[in-house]
């Protein structure tokens, strides 16, 4: 029964946030905690990912000059989904953002 109130207490304070996480020098300078902003990380994410993947393709397939490029486009388009992934773990695990 005392492991569910543990659980239950460090779940409500990771839900506040960890201070200081991301700041390694929140202790000397005593500067806040910076807090991501994850859902406009993850709108960002999301537009980069259609963008690059569908004009990445179009230019694949019309015009074949600039197909290097396009192939670019496909990469960062992969990158934007595992970001947007990622960002959605987070989300859902309850960080704030």
Do not use: Q
């Amino acid at each position: 029964m005392n492991d569910d109130a543990e659980d239950d207490e460090s779940r409500a304070r990771y839900a506040k946030g960890l201070p200081g996480y991301h700041d390694y020098l929140a202790r000397v300078t005593g500067a806040p905690s910076g807090l991501s902003a994850l859902t406009l990380r993850l709108w960002l994410a999301g537009f980069g990912m259609l963008f690059c993947l569908v004009a990445g393709a179009l230019l694949i397939g019309y015009l074949p000059p600039l197909a290097w490029f396009g192939w670019l486009l496909i990469a960062l388009g992969v990158i934007a989904v595992i970001d947007f992934a990622w960002v959605a773990h987070r989300k859902r695990r309850g960080e704030p953002g």
